[in-house]
């Protein structure tokens, strides 16, 4: 099994800054793309950001300018550095993990999630 934890989360004024972090550990062959996601109340859950092995990223318009995502191969650790935060930032943010397992079965692994709340 592999588990995520994340950590970071909390309460910010409008216009600050937080940085979530979150780190695969358990037995796996490798961890494809890596993302965050949120999910508001009475919203659908959605893709904030996503990043690759190699690197390559993706955003929500939503979060462009805004919000940074990287990761530490090496360390099984993905982050999401948002600044500039808004009230409509305000959310449960969730990390997803592409997980390899040996003999290449591939499957979604996810966080707990982190509540991140954006005041006026």
């Known amino acids: 099994q592999v588990e995520l934890v994340e950590s970071g989360g909390g309460l910010v004024q409008a216009g600050g800054s937080l940085r979530l972090s979150c780190e695969a550990s358990?037995?796996?062959?490798?961890?494809?793309?890596m993302a965050w996601y949120r999910q508001a109340p009475g919203n659908q859950r959605e893709l904030v950001a996503s990043?690759?092995?190699?690197?390559?990223?993706n955003y929500a318009d939503s979060v462009k300018g805004r919000f940074t995502i990287s990761r530490d191969n090496a360390k099984n650790t993905v982050y999401l550095q948002m600044s500039s935060l808004k009230p409509e930032d305000t959310a449960v943010y969730y990390c997803?993990?592409?997980?390899?397992?040996?003999?290449?079965?591939?499957?979604?692994?996810w966080g707990q999630g982190t509540q991140v709340t954006v005041s006026t």
């Open positions: 990043i690759t092995r190699g690197g390559s990223l």
């Open positions: 997803d993990a592409r997980v390899i397992l040996p003999g290449s079965y591939e499957y979604d692994a």
């Open positions: 358990g037995r796996f062959h490798s961890i494809t793309t």
